[in-house]
């Protein structure tokens, strides 16, 4: 079964930074891209960034180009996501993603405020 989890969220100040942790259990996880995606409130969920298998590609949405990187470590099982520069306008919830089999498994999410 198909288990991801995430930490790493918190209160933090503009322009602070944070990294997110995403731990995958259930499927052979070197095999697969991974994914970040956001929901900020009164919005539609967002891919924010994506990570191939091997981690040699990552693309990244406009709006976290340039502050957030993605980035796994396929002997762990683990996926990250390093947050720089932070504004109020990356307030949300922060989770991971996989599509194994077809299917698309998410994460509950770890929520990230910017408030000072």
């Known amino acids: 079964q198909v288990h991801l989890v995430e930490s790493g969220g918190g209160l933090v100040q503009p322009g602070g930074s944070l990294r997110l942790t995403c731990a995958a259990s259930g499927f052979t996880f070197n095999e697969y891209n991974m994914r970040w995606y956001r929901q900020i409130p009164g919005e539609e969920r967002e891919l924010i960034a994506t990570?191939?298998?091997?981690?040699?590609?990552?693309v990244y949405a406009r709006s976290v180009r340039d502050r957030f990187t993605i980035s796994r470590d396929n002997d762990k099982n683990m996926l990250y996501l390093q947050l720089t520069n932070l504004t109020s306008q990356d307030t949300g919830v922060y989770s991971c993603?996989?599509?194994?089999?077809?299917?698309?498994?998410w994460g509950q999410g770890t929520q990230v405020t910017v408030s000072s």
């Open positions: 990570i191939d298998y091997t981690g040699a590609i990552r």
């Open positions: 993603f996989v599509r194994w089999q077809r299917s698309d498994y």
